[in-house]
T-cell receptor
Framework: GAVVSQHPSWVICKSGTSVKIECRSL??????MFWYRQFPKQSLMLMAT?????????EQGVEKDKFLINHASLTLSTLTVTSAHPEDSSFYIC??????????????FGEGSRLTVL | AQSVAQPEDQVNVAEGNPLTVKCTYS??????LFWYVQYPNRGLQFLLK??????LVKGSYGFEAEFNKSQTSFHLKKPSALVSDSALYFC??????????FGKGTTLSVSS
């Protein structure tokens, strides 16, 4: 299957700093990428949908100024957690979709990025 | 709104026994249903999906799922469990647009 790579896998930062997480589709072009957040032993919560070349669509309750999403190319989307605080500590997972039709295309998931804010 | 429910937080089975992980769904329109597995500190791995066609869907690693429209269920099954099947399993439905909406997850523990 297609490969989605996330970087970094682990990141520890001080409170108040910003952290960027990259999501790359390695062998396909992803017109749409999704960012999820997962708390320990909980489900994945959709944060935002990112379409190449346009502004991301955020889910209700997700602060767009806090979680900046950029989808500059068909193979790269970035999530920047700005002014991170301990409550932002979480496991962030991206997924990328092949194809363009609503009923076509597969979703492939990255390995996730664990953010710990001290 | 589209949603899925996984009623069990944990399922325990002995190696070699059949396993079932339950999932029920609530959708408007045709359901597009998925099962994913997650190992600790890892991303999600696709197991199988139901879009249309046969109600019994076969997937990766010997897993299968049965789509039951009357019961609005999509239970994951495997005839003979392996210890290596121990992981967190998520049922998902395609939501608004093309994003997936996940259930809360079920931890499968297979004992030797």
């Amino acid at each position: 299957g297609a490969v989605v790579s996330q970087h970094p896998s682990w990141v520890i930062c001080k409170s108040g700093t910003s952290v960027k997480i990259e999501c790359r589709s390695l062998d396909f072009q992803a017109t749409t990428m999704f960012w999820y957040r997962q708390f320990p032993k909980q489900s994945l919560m959709l944060m935002a949908t990112s379409n190449e070349g346009s502004k991301a669509t955020y889910e209700q309750g997700v602060e767009k100024d806090k979680f900046l999403i950029n989808h500059a190319s068909l193979t790269l989307s970035t999530l920047t957690v700005t002014s991170a605080h301990p409550e932002d500590s979480s496991f962030y997972i991206c997924s990328a979709r092949t194809g363009t039709g609503v009923n076509t295309g597969e979703l492939f998931f990255g390995e996730g990025s664990r953010l710990t804010v001290l | 709104a589209q949603s899925v429910a996984q009623p069990e937080d944990q399922v325990n089975v002995a190696e070699g026994n059949p396993l079932t992980v339950k999932c029920t769904y609530s959708v408007s329109g045709n359901p597009y249903l998925f099962w994913y597995v997650q190992y600790p500190n890892r991303g999600l791995q696709f197991l199988l999906k139901y879009i249309t066609g046969d109600n019994l869907v076969k997937g990766s690693y010997g897993f299968e799922a049965e789509f039951n429209k009357s019961q609005t269920s999509f239970h994951l099954k495997k005839p003979s469990a392996l210890v290596s099947d121990s992981a967190l399993y998520f049922c998902a439905v395609r939501g608004r647009g093309t994003a997936l909406i996940f259930g809360k997850g079920t931890t499968l523990s297979v004992s030797s």
